[in-house]
């Protein structure tokens, strides 16, 4: 089994598939005056070829690949911008185990209309490495904003594993991720029209460190249904609650039901 059978083993390389999601899902939103993403129904999607590959949103290309390790070039979104864009359905049921919190008021100029604030997604491009080993797996991915404008940079370590005991698939994550001032202060910082104010209002002038768990678990039914439970906890830098927009340094997102696959 080579590592990128290995990390996506529920599909074959040369293969494609479907699957629907049937249960509870959501995304807490901690938004001023923003509603949370719930949902009953998540699509997914994906493509393994030789060496590219679609999963959902994200898009890769293998540059090197053994039994113990991967190296790609991925496209990603950046799980900041769904909490501005929830009512886009289509998009952030997708990402609905990724995610980040905001909310508040300005200490002076008009109020500010929380709902009426907007930001864009923002798709971001760079490279990913795996390594595959006997007790843990390591992920370290960078990305770029590519779509935006802002030119903010995350990157990303994270060890993660999973285990198979008959029909059932533990997994478990813990990671960091650091995120640049530029894009911070995008989706957290005030604009100066948004705040009555004449000069834009940013919330750091440095990169910030977020940590996240997650862990989820299937039960495989039958060849085409499996039962999945899957939560992930995700805790900000607490320098982000200088941000107006921000009300909650944490936040919860997850998912339980049936998984089914085309």
């Known amino acids: ?6 990390k996506h083993d529920h599909v074959p390389v040369h ?3 479907v699957d629907i999601a049937l249960g509870y899902g959501a995304i807490e939103n901690p938004l001023n005056k923003r509603e949370s993403l719930e949902t009953l129904v998540v699509p997914q999607w ?3 070829g030789e060496r590219f590959y679609i999963e959902n949103l994200e898009l890769g290309y293998t540059l090197f690949e053994n039994d113990h390790f991967l190296l790609d070039l991925v496209g990603y979104l950046n799980d900041d911008g769904v909490l501005y864009n929830v009512d886009n359905k289509s998009v952030s049921i997708l990402d609905i185990s990724n995610l980040i919190p905001n909310v508040g008021r300005p200490f002076n100029g008009n109020r500010v209309e929380f709902e009426n604030i907007k930001r864009k997604f923002t ?3 760079g490279g990913q490495v795996f390594w595959l080993t006997e007790y843990v797996d390591v992920k370290l991915l960078y990305g770029k904003d590519v779509t935006v404008g802002h030119e903010g940079e995350e990157t990303l370590l ?3 594993k999973s285990y198979k005991i008959d029909k059932i698939r533990l997994f478990w994550e813990a990671g ?3 995120k640049t001032a ?4 995008y989706y957290y910082g005030l604009r100066a029209s ?3 104010l004449r000069n834009d209002t940013d919330v750091t002038g440095k990169s910030l460190i977020n940590y996240y768990v997650k862990i989820a678990a299937t039960y495989r039914i039958s060849d085409r249904v499996s039962g999945v439970i899957s939560l992930r906890r995700t805790q900000m830098n607490d320098d982000l609650l200088m941000s107006p927009l921000l009300l909650e340094d944490n936040y919860l997102s997850g998912f339980a039901g049936i998984n089914v696959h085309f």
């Open 1 to 6: 089994m080579s590592a990128k059978e290995a």
């Open 15 to 17: 293969d494609w598939g």
């Open 46 to 48: 994906y493509y393994y």
């Open 123 to 125: 798709y971001m491009a």
């Open 158 to 160: 994270s060890l993660q």
């Open 176 to 178: 960091v991720q650091r």
């Open 182 to 185: 530029a894009l911070n202060n």
């Open 194 to 196: 948004e705040r009555g």
